[in-house]
């Protein structure tokens, strides 16, 4: 029959397609670039990337923190500290190693330049009188030498922008020699580690979702429909469109990311959604006596439009993100809507292929998987007619709740906001907070007036007041700037007294001190904080991670300070760095969910309209999907949960997968409002119609977003625990709610024709 030929030549082209999809995949890279979080075209991040090169960056280093437990003046300890020092220093993309046992107090004489060290770890009797020393320094605590003096920390300098590979290498080679020397207690921190970290936690945790979401709908699909190819066909499908999904990313060389790594658990259950409509309608029709090519047709006019709209809808939810201004969630949302239009494609075309050339499913079989839906559809049926006043009431309490709970929702984000609170990396980056200055980088472009440098007296008597409100009131514990090289200069010509670590007090001592720095101006360590023409500086810190929110207010303030307080016909002050644009996120948070769920309400609204061209179908369709995102914000607002960039997103996503149920009822009462039935009559029809369907769908979207709870990132765990609490809201809503606001507030046309 033609049909099957039809369907074999189906089959072979998706068997080529499928072929090039898997070469393009194969070719895919998992990646975790701190860059790709910057806020795109941002004008702050143009300007960083100015000031990056004229300095170099600001995140590539790594921390190594080493806890003696009892006394870091210990001279086996130091020893093994100094080994490591000599080890770090001979390996490639390592550009210096600043280390206690290596750091020297410069002195300079009129007969010559030498420098004296800090730590004399061959001479234990010293270590008294280097004690003294070391903690009379304010440069040196809180960076190389703990306060409580049980820990030192060492600040490794790699290559500018590390490759993954490179990372993986320096980690391992760190890894080894800190075990061979065996050091009571060791931390590390740094761009290099989590790149390393991030990459294969990534690598595992997409393993363990597509393991754990192919079991969970292999249990629901044979709890469906209880048969070999009732498992065996859907799987094939959605398989299918994970593949196609993949190798699309593959085509475009874009990598596998910390986002774009859930795109294939949650194409694998959205993708079964349309299957799972197509394949209980096919199933009833079966039931009912059709042959295959009938129920087909029958599938195909009933489920068709609205699996097509339910796909636009969802697709939208997911271009909904391009409004943010950070590459990976932008990727992800055009990826997972590019997979969701070939999901359709596929479950269109695959699976009516396979239906066909498959034996007929036995009419028996095919009722007794049917048998027990009704009787359960009838029963809460029966409960909405018979309490509207009870669910509507409800309704209105949880979303007053709600938004008590919404009240309560704070934006604010975190360095490490997506690692779980046992996260080894997270409690290593804890470690330096507590022990050392905290590894939040802290960056400010300076530019001298015109005719001026960094090195005038009146510059750096400016640079003075803005690193002592730093200190005092901004709560930054380490600073390194034109200022206070200046000041190491003016240790070192007096003999590396601790008393003259100072601003020279008159002109004569600075002119002495600016010819020493230009004998050393094209040293790296001066380039990284004066350009060689000295009218531009930088002025970096450490500090704890306190957080965007708290982080904003002290920036606010600090720039305050500086239009009030600092002479801008002398210097002029500007804050930048990787810490301020990844707070800059916080800015766009709330607009670009707002504008998200706006243009996903509009989309809805329109293929409402569309389907009954009534406005009031429009509001009442609304309702129910807005009511379960009122109530996850509350629920946010009450866990004390923080709405960060990858916390806004479950919104928009959560609400283009959930309308998909409103619009599977909707297009299924609008067929029994034109075939003339009573609303009340259609509504029941529908209820039982695509209420199997409905329930079927939202549990294996909810079981499949859960399986994302199993990860260590907080972002996939909070989009995999709130989207699938409102998807569990919504079908409630659309099987009690939805139908109470029908029958009360529509009054449709009779003359509506299908």
Known sequence: MNYRKISYLVLLVVTILTALSIYFAS???????????????????????????????????????????????????????????????????????????????????????????????????????????????????????????????????????????????????????????????????????????????????????????????????????????????????????????????????????????????????????????????????????????????????????????????????????????????????LFTAISIGLAYILAFSVLPAILLLIKKPNPVNARKANLSWPVLLRNMLIFVFRKPGIILLSSAMITIISLVGISLIKVDTTLLEDLGDDDPILLDFKYFEDKFSGVRPFEMHLVAASGQTMYDLEVLQELEKIENYLYTTYGLNFITSPATIVKTINRAQNGGLQQFYKLPDNEKQLQSIKRRLQAFKNRSELRSVVTADATEGRLSGKMTDIGSAKATVLNDSLRSFISQSINSEHVQARLTGSALLLDKNNEYVTLNMMQGLLIAFGVIALIVGVIFRSFRMVLISLVPNIIPLLMIGGIMGFMGVNMTVSVSIVFTIAFGIAVDD???????????????????????????????????????????????????????????????????????????????????FYKPDKKVKP
């Open 27 to 333: 070719r895919l890279q998992f990646d975790y670039n701190f860059d790709n979080f910057f806020p795109k075209g941002d004008p702050d991040l143009t300007y960083y990337f100015e000031y990056r090169d004229k300095f170099g960056n600001d995140n590539d280093y790594l921390l190594i923190g080493l806890d003696n437990q009892k006394s870091l003046f210990d001279q086996q300890f130091l020893t093994k500290v100094d080994s490591l020092t000599s080890y770090l220093q001979r390996q490639p993309n390592v550009e210096s190693v600043l280390s206690p046992t290596t750091v020297k107090s410069p002195v300079l004489e009129a007969f010559g330049y030498f420098e004296i060290p800090y730590l004399h770890v061959p001479e234990p009797e010293r270590y008294e009188q280097d004690s003294l020393q070391i903690y009379s320094s304010k440069e040196l605590v809180g960076t190389l030498f703990s306060e409580d003096a049980t820990s030192v920390s060492l600040f490794v300098q790699t290559t500018d922008n590390l490759s993954k590979q490179a990372s993986d290498t320096l980690i391992a080679a760190v890894n080894a020699k800190l075990q061979e020397l065996n050091f009571p207690e060791h931390h590390t921190a740094g761009k290099a580690l989590a790149q390393s970290v991030f990459v294969e936690k990534m690598k595992i945790e997409l393993a363990i979702f597509m393991s754990a979401s192919i079991v969970l709908v292999i249990i629901f699909l044979w709890i469906t429909f209880r048969t070999l190819w009732g498992v065996l066909v859907p799987l094939v499908v959605v398989l299918l469109s994970v593949i196609w999904s993949l190798g699309v990313m593959g085509l475009f060389d874009k990598p596998i990311d910390i986002m774009t790594v859930l795109l294939p658990t949650i194409m694998f259950v959205v993708g079964m959604s349309d299957v799972i409509h197509i394949l209980s309608r096919y199933m009833t029709e079966i039931s009912h006596g059709a042959d295959k090519m009938q129920a087909l047709k029958v599938t195909i006019r009933e489920v068709g439009l609205a699996t097509l709209l339910t796909s636009v809808t969802t697709a939208v939810g997911f271009l909904t993100l391009l409004t943010t201004a950070i590459v990976p969630i932008r990727n992800f949302g």
């Open 662 to 744: 409103t619009i599977h009822f909707l297009s299924k009462l609008k067929l029994e409002l034109a075939a003339g039935r009573s609303l009340p009559y259609a509504i029941k029809r529908t209820f039982i119609s695509a209420g199997k369907a409905i329930i079927i769908t939202s549990c294996i979207l909810m079981g499949g977003f859960m399986t994302l709870i199993l990860s260590t990132f907080d972002a996939t765990w909070y989009v995999g625990f709130f989207v699938s609490l409102t998807l569990l809201f919504a079908v409630l809503a659309d099987l009690y709610l939805l139908p109470i606001l029908i029958l009360y």
